[in-house]
C-alpha cells in the first residue's frame, strides 16, 4: 500500500467512479491504482445504500456497521474488538496486493478518519495530520491500537 485515502461515503462513491469507464473506452479511465475499501456504515440506518464490490480495479472490501459513538448507547453499535481485528487483518492482507486503501463512513471524520490514522501507522508512516485536522473518534483509534498490541504478543508468544 502506498497510501491510505480518508473520504466521506460521497467522496469515496467519487473516487470508485474514477476507476469507471465504458465498455471498449479503458484508455479513458481516469484512474488506474488498484485499491481496498473499508466501508463504515451506519448500524441505525442498516447502512447507506451503497455497497461496494470488488472488480478489475477494487481488489478488497470490508463493510462494517457501527455508529459514531464513544460509549454504550441504547440502540447504536459500539466499534468493537472483533471489528479491530477484522480490520488488522484486512489491512494485513491486502497491504501488499493494493495500491491505496481507501476508508470511509458518512462524512469522512471521525470513524473513518480513527481508521486512516491506525492504517498509517500500522503501515509504518507518519499519521500526525490525522490528529491535527478535524476530529477522529479516539474511542475507535484506541481500540484498534490495542488490538495490534494484542496481536503482537501473541506473535511474540508464538501464538
Request: aromatic residues 14%.
Amino acid at each position: 500500500m502506498k497510501r491510505v485515502v480518508v473520504k466521506s461515503v460521497f467522496g469515496a462513491f467519487g473516487y470508485v467512479m474514477q476507476h469507471y469507464y465504458p465498455f471498449g473506452l479503458e484508455d479513458q479511465v481516469e484512474r488506474r491504482d488498484t485499491y481496498a475499501v473499508i466501508s463504515i456504515q451506519d448500524s441505525h440506518t442498516q447502512g447507506f445504500g451503497v455497497q461496494f464490490t470488488e472488480n478489475r480495479y477494487c481488489k478488497g472490501v470490508l463493510t462494517l456497521f457501527f455508529d459514531d459513538i464513544f460509549t454504550e448507547v441504547e440502540g447504536a453499535v459500539l466499534f468493537t474488538d472483533e471489528m479491530a481485528d477484522r480490520i488488522l487483518d484486512f489491512i494485513e492482507q491486502h497491504k501488499r496486493s493494493v495500491d491505496t486503501l481507501l476508508v470511509h463512513c458518512y462524512a469522512g471524520q471521525s470513524r473513518s478518519r480513527a481508521v486512516g490514522a491506525f492504517a498509517v501507522e500500522f503501515l509504518g508512516g507518519d499519521n500526525s495530520k490525522y490528529f491535527e485536522e478535524g476530529t477522529l473518534n479516539q474511542y475507535v483509534y484506541d481500540v484498534l491500537e490495542a488490538a495490534d498490541v494484542r496481536r503482537q504478543f501473541r506473535m511474540l508468544a508464538g501464538e
